[in-house]
């Protein structure tokens, strides 16, 4: 068995472009799945036992589900729903909604951890409700939650991989199409799998930084 | 893009008895494999884990590169390697053993970091008191550090095997008629896909939260023969 080089030469551009679509894909994806996660943790301790149980319900099927499942159901059952939908926008929201339910737990786990008390002394000295969700207990909970965030960022990444499946023309998909064109198949996958190793490499190096930049703030 | 007309209709009757028991054959082969796998997983990760804490660096180094590459990359992406490369360099395997190698070999690499961090977690005084009580390595590692090792890591070792559990639907796109597999059959057959869909998730989902309960079952009852042992 002979390596070929020339090969990811020639189709080094095209196996960008899926980099580059991977990219904006899981972007998308864990910008939806923050701005759900937030209001979501905010139900998973809410007061109302009807809005926790709800939400906890959605959190632990999301959670329990293979996320290929959660795929089919948007792009293959959406249309008996009335919902058609590209394979690109179903790979996004589908994604999204899966990642919400673990940001959801991640930013649970960081609301409790501000003790009670600042919360109280918080309220007594006048703060609004939404002055101590943004002053008070977010600041704080950043530098707790950036690490499992990370790694719920890196999975998604990994699992954007998925969408290769409902045909969404990414990383894994572009692969597929170069090994069904040239019939060479390990150097394409090789090549892929160090692309995302370095892609999730780079995240998780961000994320670090990030991390030592919010401690050294605060 | 974006059509939604508010109407929603569910029709489980193509669900008869005999495609919930093709379901449930499903099932059962994503049982065993992930069973199988978690289980080999296990002796290939503490031995991994173990490695990422020798002396000696050109071990740790590798151990690092394995646990790294296994862990950066996506599982599809190793599924089809595995796959299509061992009857490259001569090996066929059919699918089901390939997907149990890839699945191994992708939970060992989480294993060995779950092992790693409990293993860290166990005192240095316990070691150095049983090597100077004369008690070999492999004896210190197997009745000392493995037995409380595994105490610790349990809520993550749960978490990893409700995990595998989950990818191992990703076999389906290797041609192993396991739940996934045998959803899309039914699906396509019967040209429903929401309601099959539906049911093969909550298949999924009942089985994880089973061994979430699972889990915690061991758990507690860990915690209360700990307690036990030592008096508390």
């Not at chain 2, 150095?128 to 197997?142: F, K, M, P």
Request: glycine letters at 8%.
């Amino acid at each position: 068995m002979v390596f070929e080089w020339d090969l990811i030469v020639r189709y080094g551009p095209t196996l960008l472009q899926g980099l580059w679509m991977t990219m904006w894909i899981v972007f998308l994806a864990v910008v939806i799945a923050i701005v759900l996660g937030l209001p979501l943790a905010l139900a998973l301790v809410s007061r109302s036992a009807v809005v926790r149980i709800s939400v906890r319900v959605y959190v632990e099927v999301m959670r329990g589900t293979p996320i290929l499942i959660v795929l089919f159901i948007l792009y293959y059952g959406g249309p008996s729903m009335g919902l058609v939908l590209d394979a690109v926008p179903a790979g996004i929201i589908g994604m999204g909604l899966y990642g919400a339910a673990y940001f959801a737990e991640i930013f649970r786990s960081g609301l409790q951890s501000i003790p009670p008390g600042q919360v109280e002394a918080a309220r007594m000295l006048g703060l609004t409700k939404s002055q101590v969700l943004f002053r008070v207990k977010g600041p704080q909970m950043l530098s707790l939650i950036i690490p499992p965030g990370a790694n719920q960022v890196v999975i998604l990444i990994k699992e954007s991989a998925l969408l290769s499946i409902i045909t969404v023309p990414e990383l894994t998909k572009i692969t597929a199409q170069i090994v069904a064109e040239t019939f060479a198949i390990v150097e394409p996958y090789v090549a892929i799998a160090l692309l995302y190793w370095a892609l999730i490499e780079l995240v998780s190096r961000l994320f670090r930084k990030l991390e030592t930049l919010v401690r050294h703030g605060q | 893009m974006f059509i939604a007309k508010g109407c929603i209709s569910l029709d489980f009757s193509a669900l008869n008895s005999g495609a919930l028991e093709a379901l449930g054959k499903g099932a059962l082969v994503t049982a065993t494999i992930s069973g199988v796998s978690i289980l080999l997983g296990v002796v290939v990760g503490l031995g991994l884990a173990f490695m990422l804490l020798a002396r000696n660096a050109i071990i740790a180094s590798c151990a690092n590169l394995y646990r790294s590459f296994w862990r950066g990359t996506p599982l599809l992406v190793q599924l089809f390697i595995v796959f299509y490369f061992l009857p490259k360099v001569g090996i066929d395997v059919p699918p089901f053993v390939a997907a149990v190698i890839a699945l191994t070999m992708n939970t060992a690499a989480f294993q060995a970091e779950i092992y790693r961090a409990g293993l860290q977690a166990i005192p240095s005084g316990q070691v150095e008191a049983a090597r100077v009580l004369g008690i070999g390595i492999w004896s210190i590692r197997r009745h000392i550090l493995i037995p409380q090792m595994f105490r610790l890591v349990l809520p993550a070792l749960t978490n990893e095997i409700i995990s595998i559990l989950k990818n191992s639907s990703l076999v389906s796109i290797i041609a192993v008629t396991e739940l996934m597999r045998t959803g899309q059959q039914i699906a396509s057959a019967s040209f429903r896909p929401l309601e099959t869909y539906l049911i093969v998730g909550l298949i999924y989902v009942v089985m994880n939260s089973c061994l979430s309960w699972i889990g915690a079952r061991v758990e507690n009852h860990l915690l209360r023969s700990e307690g036990r042992t030592y008096g508390v």
